[in-house]
C-alpha cells in the first residue's frame, strides 16, 4: 500500500492497539514520524509531538538544513541564575519543564475540564497539523 505520514501519526495514536497509553501510570512518551526522502537533495522532514499521548497532541514539523537559526520556542530553557551551574549546586529549584510542553498540559486540563472546549482546541490543534503536513509537501514537490 501507500504508507503516509498521517497513516504513522494515525498507528501512534492508536489505543485500542494499545501503542497509545494515557492511563494506568504510565503515559506514552513523545512521538516522531519522519519522512525521508530518496532524493538525497530534498530536505528530511521529522514531526515531533515533543508532548505526552499522542491522541491528544500535535506533530510539528522541524526541518533541519545548515545554517538554520532555531526560533525561540524550539530553545530548551535557561535560567540567569541556574542551580545546577551555582555552587553549591542546586540549592534551589527552577521549574525545567519546556514551553512547548506547559502549554500541552494547559490544553490537557482544558480537554479534561471543559469537553466542549477540549474538543475544539484537539481541532485546532489537528488544523495546524494539517497545516505542517501540507507545508511538508510543497516542500519536496
Known sequence: GHITAETFMSILRDKDSGICVDSEGFRTAGSMVSVLPRDP???????FTATPDPSRSVFKPFVFVAGIKPVPQVRSPTF????????PRFQSSVDRRHELYRRHQAALELMEQDQEQGQKLLETLRDLEQQGLEGMKALLE
Open 41 to 47: 537533495a530534498l530536505p528530511c522532514v521529522h514531526f
Open 80 to 87: 540567569l541564575h541556574d542551580p545546577a551551574k551555582q555552587i
